[in-house]
Nanobody
Framework: QVQLVESGGGSVQAGGSLRLSCAAS????????MAWFRQAPGKERERVAG???????RYVDSVKGRFTISKDSAKTTLYLQMNTLKPDDSGMYYC????????????????????WGQGTQVTVSS
């Protein structure tokens, strides 16, 4: 089993920054795929950033150049640095993991991921 716990959400004005963290514990492989998803009210959950077992990063177009996904050296904590935030970035942010021994592909759908955190709210005001 894998447990994921997010933190770091909050309220910020447009143009500000936040850093989300996701602490992973349990039987998670160091080369698992991990991702940050976002869900706004009335909208589908979308992947905003993902990182595979090779460290390759992927971003949705709307956050490219503003968000950075990373892992710590122990591969147990996932981060999302969010800069130049916009009101459209508001929503519940979820950490997710696809726990393969060596995850090399790019997985974008919520159904691709087996493990989820409880979510952390991000609110960006104009």
């Amino acid at each position: 089993q894998v447990q994921l716990v997010e933190s770091g959400g909050g309220s910020v004005q447009a143009g500000g920054s936040l850093r989300l963290s996701c602490a992973a514990s349990g039987s998670i492989y160091t080369k698992a795929c991990m991702a940050w998803f976002r869900q706004a009210p009335g909208k589908e959950r979308e992947r905003v950033a993902g990182i595979n077992g090779d460290g390759r990063e992927r971003y949705v177009d709307s956050v490219k150049g503003r968000f950075t996904i990373s892992k710590d050296s122990a591969k147990t904590t996932l981060y999302l640095q969010m800069n130049t935030l916009k009101p459209d970035d508001s929503g519940m942010y979820y950490c997710a993991a696809k726990n393969l021994i060596w995850c090399r592909a790019d997985y974008t759908r919520p159904s691709d991921y087996s493990y989820w955190g409880q979510g952390t709210q991000v609110t960006v005001s104009s």
